[in-house]
């Protein structure tokens, strides 16, 4: 009998990784924006820096480093190592869209999530994965994708309704495990 | 009227970058195997260099720049721009499996390639992509691919018999424009 595993496709920031917490730093540093900032329902981050700061977040982002030390999101690594023992995981993030982001991104999922191999890794531009589920919290990239989507919690999407929803990783294990 | 575009994804190397030659290039300088080596059908390169060198392709493919300077595959440029205006087309490379040829290759399209959009490119490991259409030179990366599948010939290829073939560029344009 041939079991194939689903597949799962599951992002990288800000579902794996927090690269907020290091915007605000960043904008707290230079702009004496709060470290606990909260973000509105809806808002991004920009909507809450002063205005001349606005587009300082793209100089950030595209600064080799800044997506090396990012945080792991709370319980990402047990679930996916657990998640991993039933499904075939693959890491899908858009990294194509920052060029410093590469390096960055390949050397950051080495050492938090050693476990995910380089098969399984998929560094790209739009998400045109095969896979069955998808997790992200860019409902952007479900417009193309066929299999269950699976929203997760950001502040700027929390206005979204039409689509099913995870808050964290302990209910993405409920739903999956 | 929706009229979608079929998806094509390419492969890169042996596809529209040429690394044998640079190999060849690099095992004459450390080896002397001839600049005009011919490679027999069936067979990869380390099968035609000295014994003791056999390992030396996984040093030189890991060395920064490896993939920054490979030659372009005689007519890809214009066939892909021809391509382009009629299908969406996805540039997919294996590239995770060598850390060091992300930034290499990212910018080796950018130069020979500029008018794929970074929306458009895929590095990953196994190639989960959902097109319609896959040109590639390695047939692994057609077992779980249910598109169509063009082989593109390469000396390691030539010996399989069961897949749609393409010569080369030429060819590929007869086919699908």
Redesign the interface.
């Known amino acids: 009998m041939n079991h194939k595993k689903l ?1 799962i496709a599951v992002d990288m920031d800000e579902v794996l990784a927090d690269p907020l917490s290091k915007f605000i730093a960043l904008y707290n540093r230079d702009y004496n924006v709060p470290l606990d900032l909260q973000i509105s329902p809806g808002n991004e981050i920009h909507h809450h820096v002063p205005e001349h700061a606005k587009d300082k977040w793209y100089e950030y982002i595209n600064e080799p480093g800044f997506f090396r030390d990012l945080p792991v999101i709370d319980k990402s690594q047990e679930v996916m190592k657990a998640l991993n023992n039933h499904y075939d995981i ?1 890491i899908v993030s858009a ?3 920052f ?1 410093n982001s ?2 960055d991104k ?2 950051w999922l080495a050492e938090h999530f050693p476990f995910i ?10 998400k ?4 069955d589920i998808l997790i992200d919290d860019r409902i952007k990239n479900f417009s193309n994708f ?1 299999g269950r989507k699976l929203l997760f919690t950001s502040p700027h999407n929390l206005l979204i309704t039409h689509y099913e929803r995870v808050n964290n990783w302990t209910e993405v294990a409920d739903k999956l495990l």
């Open positions: 597949r693959y990294a194509l869209e060029r590469l390096i390949y050397d191999p380089w098969t399984n890794i998929v560094f790209c531009g739009d045109i994965v095969d896979t066929k």
